[in-house]
């Protein structure tokens, strides 16, 4: 990592931590069956690639939800209790942190999320913390049910470097799923994957960005 002037970060579990055996057992407790397969790390349904993308409503969701559980009488909170198991917050330090390298390199938050994530995770920020929302802590936030489209489409690369007149090679992406750094890389970006126990913090630290 040379010439570092812009970084592009993943959300979750590079700066919100997550938990995909609550996830599981989130699911199992409102009767999905095959969680692994349905959703984990990596891997996941094409209904979320939908919802991920704002295709379809969080209404929408919940319904198919219902029918794949077999279960038409699940609430919304129960439902959306089951999806939100995986979401567990934000190390102590790193919103610190971020607004540091805020104020020396360009920063990006490029997240593929929905809309009960998002809506969790603002509610998170603002009683955890006191933050309306991310967006003073990155020069912009590019939310994948809000643009459309989702990682890795490498068109979601193409528009943050092209919006913001990013040169590939002087961009660092950070992400903790494999395929979602080879398009990446592949324009020039250059990639690091994080993967437990690293945090990001040890990596800023490691490798002198601060």
Same mark, same amino acid.
């Given at each position: 990592? &040379?010439?570092i002037k812009n970084i592009i970060f993943d959300y979750g579990n590079v700066i919100f931590m997550l938990d995909f055996q609550k996830l599981k057992d989130g699911w199992n407790s409102i009767a999905i069956s095959g969680p692994d397969a349905f959703f984990s790390h990596g891997i996941q349904h094409p209904i979320f690639? &939908?919802?991920d993308k704002g295709l379809i409503s969080p209404a929408q969701f919940r319904s198919f939800i219902r029918e794949k559980s077999g279960k038409p009488d699940l609430t919304d909170e129960e439902i959306d209790a089951a999806w939100n198991s995986l979401l567990l917050g934000v190390d102590k330090g790193t919103h610190e942190m971020l607004a540091e390298l805020n104020q020396k390199y360009r920063t990006f938050l490029l997240s593929n999320i929905n809309p009960i994530h998002y809506n969790y995770i603002m509610d998170y920020? %603002?009683?955890?913390f006191g933050f309306e929302n991310n967006e003073h802590l990155f020069e912009k936030t590019y939310y994948s049910h809000f643009v459309g489209i989702r =990682? #890795?489409? #490498?068109a979601i690369f193409e528009k943050v470097l092209k919006e913001n007149n990013l040169k590939a090679e002087e961009t660092l992406f950070v992400d903790d799923i494999a395929a979602n750094l080879e398009? %990446? =890389?592949a324009l020039g970006i250059q990639t690091y994957l994080m993967a437990a126990p690293d945090t990001i913090q040890d990596f800023i =630290?490691?490798?002198g960005l601060l």
């Open positions: 990592m &040379q010439n690639d &939908q919802f920020l %603002a009683s955890e =990682k #890795p489409d #490498p398009p %990446a =890389k =630290k490691r490798t």
